[in-house]
């Protein structure tokens, strides 16, 4: 008998791929089936490794500029979003643009050039070095400032108090965030804020996942994604503050058997970024290691979709 017999692997749901990331990658196959390789994508269309390598022996190639593109060109923009200047660059290339922004990420760079229309400084929570924050923080270079930490959003200086305005990452953490934008809210009292919160529904329901499954007696939660993945890092976040051992892995080979030792129960789940199958792949590494296997078979029953980008909706059903 394994050693493992009597330890649980608990299959959580909601993960893997959001309506965002699924449309991404559905407009990157769509533009192959259509016009054919090569299709040129700037930057990863998604974090994800495997995603990104799958799509380039369809003959998608991934270039970190938009000035890489041939002139004439088809490119095709990331989930993440980009700035106005990559829009401009394209247009003046002659490029055929297909633009694959999640349509939440779009939300926050409105948000952005709205309240900078009005004057206000913009805060924005994130990660100052995040394609996403990049891209929304070009919205406004004059009037946005990255706040990373509650460190800074003590410290942080605007020209005018009574108008600054408040926007987010949507990959982050709502509990991460809650902190930092207390102090915010505390040092400027005049703060504008969207009326629905920026982090996305598929990154909270994930997270909360997470913590109910360690709720329910999970010691160990293995995440499958990226380490480029914002979202997925900060499961791996929440399931350690919860309480559980947690790791981030790309796939079943980066699972070290020693943190099975001693598990009663694991969980396992995956960022909004990372394919089921790479989960399937782990799934069936711990069953063979004599974990039980419960939970949810199917990934997630969200019940968001978001339409595809009118280009790659031609002559389809969509």
Known sequence: MSEHASAALDLVAPRGYCAGVDRAIETVERALDELGAPVYVRGEI???RHVVDTLAERGAVFVPSELDVPEGATIILSAHGVAPEVYDNCRTRGLNIIDATCPLVSKVHAEVRRYASRGATVLLVGHADHDEV???????VEQVIVVEDTEQARTVQ???PSAVALTT???????????IVAILHERFPALQTPTKSDICYATQNRQDAVKAAVGDGADLVLVVGSQNSSNSNRMVEVGQAAGAEAHLIENADAVD????AGKERVALTAGASAPEVLV??????LVGSGFVQTG???PSAEGVVFALPREVRI????
């Not at 990049?134 to 406004?140: F, K, L, V, Y």
């Not at 399937?280 to 590494?285: N, P, S, W």
């Open 46 to 48: 998604v974090h994800n």
């Open 134 to 140: 990049i891209g929304t923080r070009g919205e406004a």
């Open 158 to 160: 605007v020209p005018d």
């Open 169 to 179: 990452q949507t990959t982050l953490s709502l509990d991460d965030t809650a902190a």
């Open 257 to 260: 058997r020693s943190w099975l």
């Open 280 to 285: 399937r792949e782990v799934a069936d590494l």
């Open 296 to 298: 949810d078979e199917l």
């Open 315 to 318: 002559g389809s059903a969509d």
